[in-house]
């Protein structure tokens, strides 16, 4: 696995804690037609971009980006400045590979000490903006937080994983399930914060939800 940072200046949060951006953007579209959905088109510009910048926007930093299908052409074609990008491998393996490849990424960074947390989104999602990143991200107390965003009080993302978390999330994360067995293990600590008036959770999976995409 390697990951390295595209430069740029990057912003400060400018208050504890200090909560990092993780965002999976590795899948290959496979009920897309093999479409890589980082480079899907959203906003005349690469998926990965606007959901990378609605991790920084929503006061995480630093932001880490696990890239899979199509990897060298996302480094060719998408602007990422100041985050950090994680290659995985194991792409094809689904969700729980890509959370896997991003926590350890993490763990290990010297560039992450003094992180308390990372705020997980999917690249798929592009009705969830800042405000909902900002307002999962506000539940962060300690390192043993837990937090999802909510829909009508149904559980979504983003997911904030305070880092006391990220060793048993990694040793749990199977296929397409990431965190979800992790966090119904613990239901009882998971602070449930409801996005539904500021964000809209629809994924881009399928031809018929391309026109979700601006």
């Known amino acids: 696995m390697a990951h ?73 074609t998408a602007l990422l400045p100041g985050c950090v990008l994680v290659d995985n491998p194991d792409w094809s393996e689904g969700m729980g590979g890509s959370l896997r490849a991003g926590l350890q990424a993490l763990s290990g960074a010297q560039a992450a000490r003094g992180v308390e947390a990372a705020v997980v989104c999917l690249v798929d999602q592009p009705g969830i903006g800042a405000a909902a990143v900002a307002r999962v991200r506000a539940a962060c107390r300690s390192v043993g937080s837990l937090a ?41 600590e998971l602070a449930l914060i409801e996005c539904a008036d500021i964000a809209d959770p629809a994924d881009i999976d399928t031809p018929d939800d391309l026109h979700r995409l601006g």
């Not at 940072?5 to 993780?22: C, F, H, I, N």
């Not at 899907?40 to 990378?52: C, N, Q």
């Not at 009508?152 to 983003?158: C, L």
């Open 4 to 76: 390295k940072e595209q430069t740029s200046d990057d912003p400060t949060t400018g208050g504890a804690p200090r909560v990092a951006g993780l965002l999976l953007a590795a899948g290959g579209g496979r009920r897309l037609g093999g479409r890589p959905k980082a480079l899907l088109r959203h906003g005349g510009r690469p998926l990965v971009e606007h959901a990378a910048r609605v991790l920084r926007e929503g006061g995480c930093d630093p932001v880490y980006v696990v890239l899979g299908a199509a990897g060298e052409q996302v480094r060719r």
């Open 148 to 188: 999802s965003a909510a829909y009508d009080g149904r559980r979504g993302h983003p997911v904030l994983l305070g880092a006391a978390h990220w060793e048993g999330v990694v040793r749990s994360a199977r296929a397409d399930a990431g965190a979800r067995d992790y966090l119904r293990e613990r239901q009882d």
